[in-house]
T-cell receptor, first 113, second 112 residues
Framework: SQELEQSPQSLIVQEGKNLTINCTSS?????LYWYKQKYGEGLIFLMM?????EEKSHEKITAKLDEKKQQSSLHITASQPSHAGIYLC?????????????FGSGTQLTVLP | EAQVTQNPRYLITVTGKKLTVTCSQN?????MSWYRQDPGLGLRQIYY???????DKGDVPEGYKVSRKEKRNFPLILESPSPNQTSLYFC???????????FGAGTRLSVL
């Protein structure tokens, strides 16, 4: 089965700093989702990437899927306390099948004011 | 408002006492799924449903049952809960298999 490894597991940054979270897959990615979770709450969809080399941005968050489609990165520019939470990547391992949706173990982000 | 609603949000029970966690979505989604989230293990899929009366096992189905008699509802049933089922549970739905999944707020279950 597919495995997703996220790094780092936790991250503490000062407000205003940039940061990057990585998600590496053991298999080719057919769809990669980024979600954000606040402690004890549900997951909020951020972005979905499907094509190798694809890059999407929303406000200060940018996500990329590398050309080989085995790694994705999430970059936050000028971080704010509102960015704090757990970031999870989720992946579809075979084309069109949500049956194979797998999640990484998450990256805990703390932003210090 | 489009949403996935889980109830209860918090539940403390004892070993062996049957319980049901309800999940309802108002978006006319075909696909629904249950996950559990445990520290260091991330989200793991328990069961999923492609449509009414169609359900299948995910990665960790042991000890759980589901049903999909109506499109909007997808309850998770623990016939005889055990302490290793203490976890945070999420229900999710998507328009169809492979589409973006929308998650409920979660149910925190403790089995004593």
């Amino acid at each position: 089965s597919q495995e997703l490894e996220q790094s780092p597991q936790s991250l503490i940054v000062q407000e205003g700093k940039n940061l990057t979270i990585n998600c590496t897959s053991s298999k080719t990615l057919y769809g990669l989702y980024w979600y954000k979770q606040k402690y004890g709450e549900g997951l909020i969809f951020l972005m979905m990437l499907q094509k190798g080399g694809e890059e999407k941005s929303h406000e200060k968050i940018t996500a990329k899927l590398d050309e080989k489609k085995q790694q994705s990165s999430l970059h936050i520019t000028a971080s704010q306390p509102s960015h704090a939470g757990i970031y999870l990547c989720g992946a579809v391992s075979s084309s069109g099948s949500a049956r194979q949706l797998t999640f990484g173990s998450g990256t805990q982000l703390t932003v210090l004011p | 408002e489009a949403q996935v609603t889980q109830n209860p949000r918090y539940l403390i029970t004892v070993t062996g006492k049957k319980l049901t966690v309800t999940c309802s979505q108002n978006m006319n989604h075909e696909y629904m799924s249950w996950y559990r989230q445990d520290p260091g293990l991330g989200l793991r899929q328990i069961y999923y449903s492609m449509n009414v009366e169609v359900t299948d096992k995910g990665d960790v189905p042991e000890g759980y049952k589901v049903s999909r008699k109506e499109k909007r509802n997808f309850p998770l049933i623990l016939e005889s809960p055990s302490p290793n089922q203490t976890s945070l549970y999420f229900c999710a739905s998507s328009l169809r298999e492979g589409n973006i999944q929308y998650f409920g707020a979660g149910t925190r279950l403790s089995v004593l």
